[in-house]
């Protein structure tokens, strides 16, 4: 798994979360990597995608409210 699907990485590049998810760890990456790879189906590795997507896009909502509620008033 040394190349990075275009796929995947086209699918996160529409979505914005392309630089979100090169900041997550190795292993967060690798799992999502992995999961999709072992798709034995185009349609299964699409739908894989599209549920990664989703899934990513949620947590980064979720770190981005995380984030402002840290934040201290007027800093």
Not at 11 to 18: E, H, I, Q, T, W
Request: aromatic letters at 8%; hydrophobic letters at 40%.
């Amino acid at each position: 798994m040394n190349v990075f699907p275009k796929d995947f990485a086209a699918a996160l590049k529409a979505g914005g979360l392309d630089e979100f998810f090169a900041g997550c760890t190795h292993a967060h990456r690798r799992e999502y990597l992995k999961w999709i790879e072992e798709a034995k189906l185009p349609e299964t590795r699409k739908r894989r995608i599209a549920q990664a997507v989703k899934m990513i896009a949620a947590k980064s909502v979720r770190e981005a409210a995380r984030s402002n509620k840290l934040k201290k008033p007027g800093g």
